[in-house]
């Protein structure tokens, strides 16, 4: 009986679902809809107003302007001050020091583009360059096979990709000192009490 019971209900549920798909869909009314609600209303079906005509086209920029000098949002209702130069220290010939910890990844290069992943111990990921691109105030001039090429006005700096293959290869771990195993413990002789 157990067993017979899960198919039944299966079967009530498919007889169901078949009953409900009879009469799909429902017929759609036509009340209001078509060109006799149009004769009654008065108005011809190529007359009737385009809904898309009705909607009106968003203003101009130029009625913003008032928002973008006065801001609703700023305690002072100024707008946000340009962001300020970088210091000029930061650009000193001293911070080649940055670029040393960079560690240039890979290289790709396909016919249509061309980038490099360089890993900086500071941040999490690996961070792409392609041409153009600034990092630690360089700029990249060029992405070669083995390098990637920066430029800060007349300095020059290369980034190089290492070569693993001739890299020595790593020491061996050292052997695991062999452990003898643990002795198993002894069965304790319960005492004997005399009586």
Do not use: C
Request: aromatic letters at 4%.
């Amino acid at each position: 009986m157990t067993k017979i019971l899960p198919g039944m209900i299966v079967l009530a549920l498919l007889g169901l679902l078949v009953l409900q798909w009879k009469d799909w869909p429902p017929e759609t009314s036509r009340s209001g809809v078509g060109e006799d609600s149009a004769v009654e209303n008065g108005v011809a079906p190529e007359t009737q107003p385009d809904p898309l005509a009705r909607l009106t086209h968003p203003a101009d920029r130029d009625s913003y302007a008032s928002i973008v000098e006065r801001p609703l949002f700023r305690p002072d209702r100024k707008p946000e001050p340009p962001p300020e130069e970088a210091p000029a220290a930061a650009s000193a010939p001293g911070t080649d020091l940055a670029l040393d910890t960079l560690d240039l990844t890979a290289v790709m290069m396909t016919p249509t583009s061309v980038s490099a992943w360089v890993k900086d111990p500071s941040q999490p990921k690996l961070r792409r360059l392609r041409l153009g691109d600034e990092i630690e105030g360089w700029s990249v001039r060029e992405i070669l096979e083995d390098r990637v090429l920066l430029e800060r006005q007349d300095e020059e700096y290369a980034l190089l990709l290492r070569d693993y293959s001739k890299a020595p290869p790593p020491p061996a771990a050292p052997m695991p000192i062999p452990r003898r195993p643990p002795r198993a413990p002894e069965r304790a002789i319960p005492p004997v009490i005399d009586r």
